[in-house]
């Protein structure tokens, strides 16, 4: 199963987005259409990447609008970019979701006790390669950390993209303590954080902010599939989420070909022009 992307609009401007398509050509959504697992027995995941590592602009699946093609989050008007809080650059991590997975907010998590945050749940890749934004990886989920995001549970799932050379090393949390030593340390220090320049406070965690290893991860992963399943099938209130999809048949939601064509064309096709925006300057604050 393979997946491509087409950009459409101005990239750095509000209209710019990237869609997905499967191997067919077809549109699809990547929230939606694109399968939970690449391997259900083995428990490996597909993974989208919207921010490659290295890279400031906050892209995400834009779960409120049709086929949820990758947008860039947009704060006051104003595109957002994600602040080098020193001693970070960017992101720290190929970071994304996993489709199929949604984090219920009429749902009070049990361990939290706060609801879900309303998108997809989150990955961090670990991973060596520096992957393509709208990516779809394969890959082995590690761990977790449990981020209280404004009131809302907002888990970040660790993962290892099963095509990296040291993937078989990684198999739980601890291999990345042990084998990436400050790598965790440094993802608890940037979630903190990183919502500091806009003037917020730092952001707090559940379990102290201790990881939770590879067995509650995939628990976790899997609960979130299941109020996905409610949501795509109607059964749960969308609300402003869209869940147009062109492969849940069973799906109140599910379009066709033709229509989900229609949604891509309406958008301007990919236009180049010169844009200077830096993102290289650190921000620095006393912890």
């Not at 990516?135 to 990296?164: H, R």
Request: some cysteine.
């Amino acid at each position: 199963m393979s997946f491509t992307i087409e950009e459409r609009g101005r990239p750095n401007t509000q209209e710019y987005r990237v869609f997905f398509k499967n191997s067919e050509g077809k549109y699809i959504s990547p929230f939606h259409d694109v399968p939970i697992c690449a391997n259900e027995a083995e428990n490996i995941f597909h993974a989208i990447v919207e921010v490659p590592r290295w890279t400031n602009a906050k892209m995400e699946i834009a779960t409120k609008d049709p086929l949820n093609p990758l947008k860039q989050d947009v704060k006051k008007g104003n595109l957002r970019y994600v602040a080098n809080v020193f001693p970070h650059r960017g992101y720290i991590w190929n970071y994304g979701a996993i489709p199929q997975t949604w984090e219920d907010p009429n749902h009070k998590d049990s361990d939290t006790g706060c609801c879900g945050d309303n998108d997809p749940i989150d990955i961090c890749d670990i991973g060596n390669k520096v992957c393509s934004r709208g990516e779809v990886i394969k890959v082995k989920v590690l761990g977790t950390l449990a981020l209280i995001d404004e009131g809302e549970t907002d888990w970040k799932v660790i993962v290892i993209n099963t095509e990296d050379p040291e993937a078989g090393s990684f198999n739980n949390i601890e291999d990345v303590r042990q084998l990436k030593p400050g790598y965790l340390e440094a993802t608890v220090d940037w979630f903190k954080r990183y919502k500091v320049p806009d003037g917020k406070p730092e952001n707090q965690f559940a379990f102290n902010g201790e990881f939770k290893d590879r067995d509650f991860a995939i628990k976790t992963v899997k609960s979130t599939h299941e109020f996905w399943k409610a949501l795509i099938s109607k059964k749960t209130n969308a609300g402003e989420l869209n869940c147009m999809n062109t492969s849940a048949s069973d799906s109140p939601f599910c379009c066709s070909a033709e229509d989900a064509e229609a949604v891509v064309k309406s958008v301007s096709p990919l236009f180049f022009f010169s844009f200077l925006f830096s993102v290289d300057k650190w921000f620095y604050y006393e912890k």
